[in-house]
Structures are given as structure tokens and as C-alpha cells.
């Protein structure tokens, strides 16, 4: 089986993973927050504003893997909050109607975690993705 996999920068500095792994028809796709690739700074302290981020990220990352939203067959979420569930499941119905139509049909399996933490206090979403390649 082929393996592709492509760097993951952030604030400008290569990290020691990978930001996706393509293996056969599978890409698997790092831990996404709301924390901004460029900078390495929070999106805003917003709930919502890191979810659309995370969610901007990961649409990204499989656009550059070669594949689309439309693809996700899991998901991960790790939640700071647990009460950030309902806030979030709109946003990902709003961010699927406009990004990814087919997963408002069929939608990826999915699993919500509340961790201890997460990489940095301010952060408050992370979410990782498996995905199929397009045909």
C-alpha cells in the first residue's frame, strides 16, 4: 500500500507529525483546533469562531490530500465543554449545508470526548477526521 503524506507548519515551524496521512483510499488527518497555522494564536476565545476555524482547517487539509468534506467517514471531537455540544452540532450542520451537502444525508460516524485538557487552555475544540479518497 502507497503512503503520501504531507507536513503539517505551524507559526511557520515543520512539526515532528504530519498534518495528513493519504494510505491507499484512506486519509487520516491530524488533531485540528481553532489555533491559526500562520501565527500559532487562537482564532478568538469564541466557541463558535474556533469550531468554523477547525472546520476550515480540516476542509483544507483534505483539499490539499486530494479529496473533500464529502469524503469524511469519522470524526473525532474532543471538546473542552461538554455544553459546547448542541452549539457545535449546529455549527457542523451549517458548515456541512454550505461545504459538504452529502454528509447532511450521510454523516460520518462520529465520537464526542470531554478530555482533562486539551494542547493549550485557551483552546477549546480539536478535532481529527478519516476520510476516503474521491473516485
Known amino acids: 500500500m502507497k503512503k503520501k503524506t504531507y507536513p503539517f507548519i505551524f507559526a511557520g515551524k515543520k512539526q515532528p507529525f504530519a498534518r495528513s ?9 491530524s488533531g485540528m483546533t481553532g489555533r491559526i497555522v500562520e501565527t500559532g494564536e487562537l482564532s478568538s476565545e469564541s466557541f463558535a469562531d474556533q469550531m468554523r476555524t477547525t472546520l476550515d482547517k480540516i476542509r483544507a487539509a483534505l483539499t490539499e490530500a486530494g479529496t473533500s468534506m464529502d469524503n469524511i467517514i469519522k470524526m ?19 458548515y456541512w ?7 447532511l444525508e450521510e454523516p460520518p460516524s462520529s465520537t464526542l470526548i470531554q478530555p ?10 480539536e478535532i481529527d477526521v478519516i476520510a476516503i479518497m474521491a473516485h
Open 76 to 94: 473525532t471531537i474532543y471538546l473542552k465543554n461538554a455544553s459546547d455540544s448542541q452549539e457545535m452540532q449546529q455549527i457542523e450542520k451549517e
Open 21 to 29: 496521512v493519504v494510505a491507499g483510499d484512506l486519509v487520516f488527518l
Open 97 to 103: 449545508q454550505k461545504y459538504a451537502p452529502h454528509l
Open 116 to 125: 482533562l485538557s486539551l494542547i493549550h487552555p485557551n483552546v477549546l475544540i
